[in-house]
């Protein structure tokens, strides 16, 4: 040991530049002078000698310089194999210690490794969809832009629209913040083939001829449009390389080959690569992209732009704002500002994923925590051991080295599974998604979250190893060697970092109890809710016309012979037609104005909902009619409407909304219409926090696409039946049948979802605190045993040292509960957009996580419990 700190003395100092120099003259010197008397026996003077010596030796500046180089690359190779050599010896070290001690180490490396899978799952998604969400090019700069309402958006939604044609070429044209800014449109799906039984369903999309710039995706063969071919609406088409692949088998002969698509024929003049998406996040690669005409100026353009480098969000805006102004006047007289908005604002549900990074970020805490205080206790029971290395000669950097290697080689087994447990984690998201979170399609295990869990990983391992080193080095040498193992632990402030350490754990596990528990409730509030109707035996037919039914007397036909077709079906009650299909909302864009009431403010433009419905609509639904009647002249110039019973009792008295009238204003204008009935309020689209928020109906116009309701006996097979009477009208047609009931079950599936998801994570925590305590109270009787022997000696009953053990359990437990449901009043706010029918500040919630927080403190003072009644008096005193 004594040679050892010797050699490093030595090889510190000879670190140092004129050190070496030194070492190098004084080699050089020998060097000379021992030729030189070589020279000198030979015969010549001893400056002849020496001359002659270091003539032969060479340049002296550049031999130093070689000896120099060499010397230092020996010295470097050297510390490189002393050091790989002490660390191989403290690897192995390592290793023998974990492995005498099994148990300890299973725990620590499967705590750690739940913390960082679970971290690692969630963060999958997050850096997937919110800090990678599009895959192209400069991605940092790409940014989507649509128009959202100037003043009077009351619906509780963000609600944006698409801006029309005028508005984006004069963006186009005139703006000087973007590199590019192009037009495109998720065109839905369509019906590849001829238009009979065989065609195939694809998906399509419209963009301009540029859009392959700002994407970074170039045809693998052939060409995009043209500018020519956009411009005079030419039936070309650029096919997606999945198509090609399985329906023309990757022939490159395909180009100019013709594809029936709906109802229409097109040319195919290339080919994308599968990895040409859409800019949404999580969107599927179209089979067919198709030219979008900016010159149609009745359709809304959905708008993706890459910014010039150094050009902020906010000066896009301004300058798309300015532009929209002075274009304003050909488009409309709504008045709208543009918003400019990164692609992961994007993701509907970004603060759920938010809220739920924020709640493995507790799990992590929980299960750095749990680990912390496993190693305060190892360290604390190690000391003996490091007091008689210490004074065999092994220093203090020694010392923290092989504890520092330890931990980090501990924390590197729990990254390591971890990651693995994150990879399954995310794939099990992945199966058990709604398919209302379609963005989680795109999430996946990526570089930056490998980076974060080896971060994590080295962070932990360090960290753990210095709380080591920290509790190791309390005591004196002397003080370690003349105790025992047991109560050289006994320090009071190292159970009192234990202590703090577990009332943490609680107090997270707390919060998140109190947030899933929010969330159970509020999902069983929903699926309890009053939708208004009845659901049960009810069906909607959806039909997208195509083009030959681009006129409403062609729609009208059709929707009466179907109508007429279906309510002759066997086991169908009723039939009724609307504009809105089952889940779906649909807005009309203006001021709601009263008549009687104040005007709206000029340039409102509210989104109020409203439903096109034919006059049976509310008797096949079972939506009540508690005033006036359904409608009773459907025509255009009859202007009659029906409102919602919630809307109607804020503005008039029971029995008195019927002949009032009301208009959706535009700066003043609109036409009024007259209230002849009012219904009760229903929520075909799902429970709905707001009964009394506007909900308008007016007679079908036939004026896009269209949902068939229809109520049957209950006879199964009714339902395809009635699939196929809409089949034999327009064998073209492809329309999709939906069961209303199981349509609104899905549009609960997201809250199920996230509610499992998060009580995942609290359970987790729960059990990983549930741990901390139980080893906690472990260690706390482990050094106590000797005081528990004397006073069982003393006549303690067994119903008292179970109260003495279980009372400390159960304070930790109570103290991280109040704590925890302190803190849940800021947590709650996370997750207040995804209640219903539940406050933030819900009482039941809090309570029964409070009672499931001790219950687990009871479970988890069970075996240490059982230990401190199990301790035999003479025994234990001996022992001391």
């Given at each position: 040991?004594?040679?050892?700190?010797?050699?490093?003395?030595?090889h510190?100092?000879?670190?140092r530049r004129?050190?070496?120099e030194?070492e190098v003259?004084?080699?050089?010197?020998l060097?000379?002078?021992l030729?030189?008397?070589?020279f000198?026996?030979?015969?010549?003077?001893?400056?002849?000698?020496?001359a002659?010596?270091a003539?032969?030796?060479?340049p002296?500046t550049?031999s130093?310089?070689r000896l120099?180089?060499?010397a230092?690359h020996r010295e470097?190779?050297?510390?490189?194999?002393?050091?790989?050599?002490?660390?191989?010896?403290?690897?192995r070290f390592?290793?023998?210690?974990?492995r005498?001690?099994?148990a300890?180490t299973?725990?620590t490396?499967?705590?750690?490794?739940?913390?960082?899978?679970a971290t690692?799952?969630?963060?999958?998604?997050?850096?997937?969809?919110?800090l990678?969400?599009?895959?192209y090019?400069?991605?940092?700069r790409v940014?989507?832009v649509d128009?959202q309402?100037s003043?009077?958006?009351?619906?509780?939604m963000?609600i944006?629209i698409?801006p029309?044609?005028?508005i984006?070429r004069?963006?186009?044209?005139?703006?000087?913040s973007?590199?590019t800014?192009q037009?495109y449109?998720?065109?839905?799906?369509?019906?590849l083939g001829?238009g009979?039984?065989d065609?195939?369903?694809?998906?399509?999309?419209r963009?301009?001829?540029?859009?392959s710039r700002?994407?970074g995706?170039?045809?693998?063969?052939g060409?995009?449009?043209?500018?020519a071919?956009?411009?005079?609406?030419a039936?070309?088409?650029?096919?997606?390389?999945g198509?090609?692949?399985?329906?023309?088998?990757g022939?490159?002969?395909?180009?100019g080959?013709?594809?029936?698509l709906d109802?229409?024929?097109?040319?195919v003049v290339?080919?994308?690569?599968?990895?040409?998406?859409?800019p949404?996040?999580?969107s599927?690669?179209?089979?067919?992209?198709?030219?979008?005409?900016?010159h149609n100026?009745?359709?809304?353009?959905?708008l993706?732009?890459r910014?010039h480098?150094?050009?902020?969000?906010?000066q896009?805006?301004?300058?798309?704002?300015?532009?929209y102004?002075?274009t304003?006047?050909?488009?409309?007289?709504?008045?709208?500002?543009?918003?400019?908005i990164?692609?992961?604002?994007l993701v509907h549900?970004r603060?759920?994923?938010?809220m739920?990074a924020?709640?493995?970020a507790?799990v992590?805490?929980?299960?750095?925590a749990n680990?912390?205080?496993l190693?305060?206790?190892?360290?604390?029971?190690?000391?003996r051991?490091?007091a008689?290395?210490?004074?065999?000669?092994?220093?203090?950097?020694?010392?923290?080295?092989?504890l520092l290697t330890e931990s980090v080689f501990?924390?590197?087994?729990?990254?390591?599974l971890g990651?693995v447990?994150g990879?399954?984690?995310?794939?099990?998201?992945l199966v058990?998604?709604?398919s209302s979170?379609?963005?989680?399609t795109?999430?996946h295990?990526?570089?930056?979250?490998?980076?974060?869990?080896v971060l994590v990983t080295?962070g932990?391992?360090v960290?753990?190893?210095l709380v080591?080193?920290?509790e190791?080095?309390?005591?004196s040498m002397?003080?370690a060697?003349?105790?025992s193992a047991?109560?050289f632990?006994?320090?009071?402030?190292?159970?009192?970092l234990r202590?703090?350490?577990?009332?943490?754990?609680?107090?997270?596990?707390?919060?998140l109890?109190?947030?899933?528990?929010m969330?159970?409730?509020s999902v069983?509030?929903?699926?309890?809710a009053?939708?208004?109707?009845?659901?049960?035996d009810?069906?909607?037919?959806?039909?997208d016309y195509?083009?030959r039914?681009a006129?409403?007397?062609?729609?009208?036909g059709?929707?009466?012979?179907?109508a007429?077709r279906?309510?002759?079906?066997?086991?169908?009650?009723?039939?009724?037609?609307?504009?809105?299909?089952?889940t779906?909302?649909a807005?009309?864009?203006g001021?709601?104005?009263?008549?009687?009431?104040p005007?709206?403010?000029?340039?409102?433009t509210?989104?109020?909902d409203e439903?096109?419905?034919?006059?049976?609509?509310?008797?096949?639904?079972?939506?009540s009619?508690?005033e006036?009647t359904?409608f009773t002249d459907?025509?255009?110039?009859?202007?009659?409407?029906i409102i919602?019973e919630?809307?109607?009792?804020?503005?008039?008295p029971r029995?008195?909304?019927?002949?009032?009238?009301l208009?959706v204003?535009f700066n003043?204008q609109?036409?009024?219409?007259?209230?002849?009935?009012v219904?009760a309020?229903a929520?075909?689209?799902?429970p709905?926090?707001?009964?009394?928020?506007?909900m308008?109906y007016v007679?079908?116009?036939?004026n896009?696409s269209?949902?068939?309701?229809?109520?049957?006996t209950?006879?199964?097979?009714?339902?395809?039946?009635?699939?196929g009477v809409?089949?034999?009208i327009?064998p073209?047609?492809h329309?999709?049948?939906?069961?209303?009931?199981?349509?609104?079950h899905?549009?609960?599936?997201?809250?199920?979802?996230i509610?499992?998801?998060?009580?995942?994570?609290?359970?987790?925590?729960l059990v990983?605190?549930s741990?901390g305590?139980y080893?906690v109270m472990t260690h706390?009787?482990?050094?106590?045993?000797?005081?528990?022997?004397?006073?069982v000696a003393?006549?303690?009953?067994?119903g008292r040292?179970?109260?003495?053990v279980i009372v400390?359990?159960?304070?930790?437990?109570a103290?991280?509960?109040?704590l925890g449901?302190v803190?849940?009043h800021?947590?709650?706010k996370?997750?207040?957009n995804?209640?219903?029918?539940v406050a933030a500040t819900?009482?039941?919630s809090l309570?029964l996580?409070?009672?499931v927080l001790i219950?687990?403190a009871?479970?988890a003072?069970?075996?240490?419990?059982?230990r401190?009644?199990?301790v035999?008096p003479?025994?234990?005193i001996?022992?001391e």
């Amino acid at each position: 040991m004594i040679r050892r700190d010797v050699r490093r003395f030595f090889h510190l100092a000879l670190r140092r530049r004129d050190r070496w120099e030194r070492e190098v003259e004084d080699e050089i010197k020998l060097h000379l002078t021992l030729r030189a008397e070589q020279f000198m026996t030979e015969g010549r003077t001893a400056n002849d000698a020496y001359a002659e010596a270091a003539r032969r030796f060479g340049p002296l500046t550049e031999s130093r310089a070689r000896l120099l180089a060499a010397a230092r690359h020996r010295e470097k190779s050297m510390t490189r194999a002393e050091y790989l050599s002490d660390l191989q010896q403290d690897l192995r070290f390592a290793v023998r210690g974990l492995r005498r001690q099994l148990a300890w180490t299973v725990v620590t490396v499967l705590t750690l490794a739940l913390g960082i899978g679970a971290t690692t799952a969630v963060f999958s998604v997050v850096s997937s969809l919110l800090l990678h969400p599009v895959p192209y090019p400069g991605a940092d700069r790409v940014v989507f832009v649509d128009q959202q309402p100037s003043t009077g958006n009351r619906t509780g939604m963000s609600i944006s629209i698409l801006p029309s044609a005028p508005i984006v070429r004069a963006w186009i044209a005139n703006n000087r913040s973007f590199e590019t800014l192009q037009g495109y449109l998720d065109g839905g799906d369509g019906w590849l083939g001829n238009g009979g039984n065989d065609a195939d369903r694809v998906r399509l999309a419209r963009s301009g001829p540029a859009f392959s710039r700002i994407s970074g995706a170039t045809p693998i063969i052939g060409r995009m449009f043209s500018d020519a071919e956009t411009a005079s609406r030419a039936h070309v088409a650029v096919i997606g390389e999945g198509l090609w692949r399985s329906r023309f088998a990757g022939d490159r002969s395909v180009l100019g080959k013709t594809i029936v698509l709906d109802d229409s024929v097109y040319s195919v003049v290339g080919v994308l690569p599968s990895a040409a998406r859409l800019p949404r996040p999580g969107s599927p690669a179209p089979d067919v992209w198709l030219p979008l005409d900016l010159h149609n100026d009745q359709i809304g353009v959905s708008l993706v732009g890459r910014l010039h480098p150094g050009v902020t969000i906010d000066q896009a805006r301004t300058e798309l704002d300015s532009i929209y102004v002075r274009t304003r006047s050909l488009t409309s007289k709504l008045q709208f500002t543009t918003r400019v908005i990164s692609p992961a604002r994007l993701v509907h549900f970004r603060d759920t994923l938010l809220m739920l990074a924020a709640a493995v970020a507790v799990v992590l805490l929980v299960s750095c925590a749990n680990v912390a205080h496993l190693q305060l206790t190892r360290a604390a029971s190690r000391g003996r051991e490091l007091a008689i290395r210490a004074s065999l000669g092994a220093g203090r950097g020694r010392l923290l080295r092989q504890l520092l290697t330890e931990s980090v080689f501990l924390s590197g087994l729990g990254g390591a599974l971890g990651i693995v447990l994150g990879w399954l984690g995310l794939h099990a998201i992945l199966v058990a998604r709604p398919s209302s979170l379609f963005e989680l399609t795109a999430a996946h295990l990526d570089g930056t979250t490998l980076f974060v869990a080896v971060l994590v990983t080295v962070g932990c391992g360090v960290v753990f190893g210095l709380v080591g080193v920290l509790e190791a080095g309390r005591h004196s040498m002397h003080e370690a060697l003349k105790t025992s193992a047991t109560n050289f632990s006994r320090g009071g402030s190292a159970a009192t970092l234990r202590a703090i350490l577990v009332v943490s754990e609680m107090a997270l596990s707390a919060t998140l109890l109190v947030g899933a528990t929010m969330l159970v409730r509020s999902v069983v509030m929903r699926q309890r809710a009053n939708l208004g109707f009845d659901p049960s035996d009810l069906y909607a037919i959806m039909v997208d016309y195509p083009n030959r039914y681009a006129t409403e007397s062609a729609r009208q036909g059709f929707n009466v012979e179907a109508a007429t077709r279906i309510r002759a079906v066997p086991g169908v009650r009723s039939v009724a037609v609307a504009h809105v299909g089952p889940t779906g909302r649909a807005f009309t864009i203006g001021g709601l104005e009263v008549e009687g009431e104040p005007p709206p403010t000029t340039g409102e433009t509210s989104f109020i909902d409203e439903n096109e419905v034919t006059a049976n609509f509310f008797s096949t639904l079972g939506i009540s009619l508690v005033e006036g009647t359904t409608f009773t002249d459907t025509s255009a110039a009859a202007n009659q409407i029906i409102i919602n019973e919630g809307f109607a009792r804020k503005h008039w008295p029971r029995g008195a909304a019927v002949g009032r009238r009301l208009r959706v204003a535009f700066n003043g204008q609109g036409k009024w219409k007259t209230i002849v009935g009012v219904a009760a309020d229903a929520s075909p689209s799902g429970p709905s926090a707001d009964m009394s928020a506007p909900m308008l109906y007016v007679p079908h116009a036939d004026n896009g696409s269209t949902a068939i309701y229809f109520r049957t006996t209950g006879s199964g097979g009714v339902a395809q039946l009635a699939r196929g009477v809409v089949r034999s009208i327009d064998p073209a047609l492809h329309p999709t049948i939906a069961s209303v009931e199981a349509a609104l079950h899905d549009a609960t599936s997201a809250p199920r979802f996230i509610m499992a998801v998060l009580s995942a994570f609290t359970l987790l925590a729960l059990v990983l605190a549930s741990v901390g305590l139980y080893g906690v109270m472990t260690h706390t009787i482990a050094q106590q045993t000797r005081e528990i022997g004397i006073r069982v000696a003393l006549g303690a009953s067994r119903g008292r040292i179970a109260r003495f053990v279980i009372v400390r359990g159960v304070t930790f437990a109570a103290l991280g509960a109040a704590l925890g449901l302190v803190a849940s009043h800021w947590g709650t706010k996370l997750i207040e957009n995804q209640l219903y029918g539940v406050a933030a500040t819900d009482t039941p919630s809090l309570v029964l996580g409070g009672i499931v927080l001790i219950g687990a403190a009871l479970l988890a003072c069970i075996v240490p419990t059982r230990r401190a009644l199990g301790v035999d008096p003479m025994t234990a005193i001996r022992a001391e």
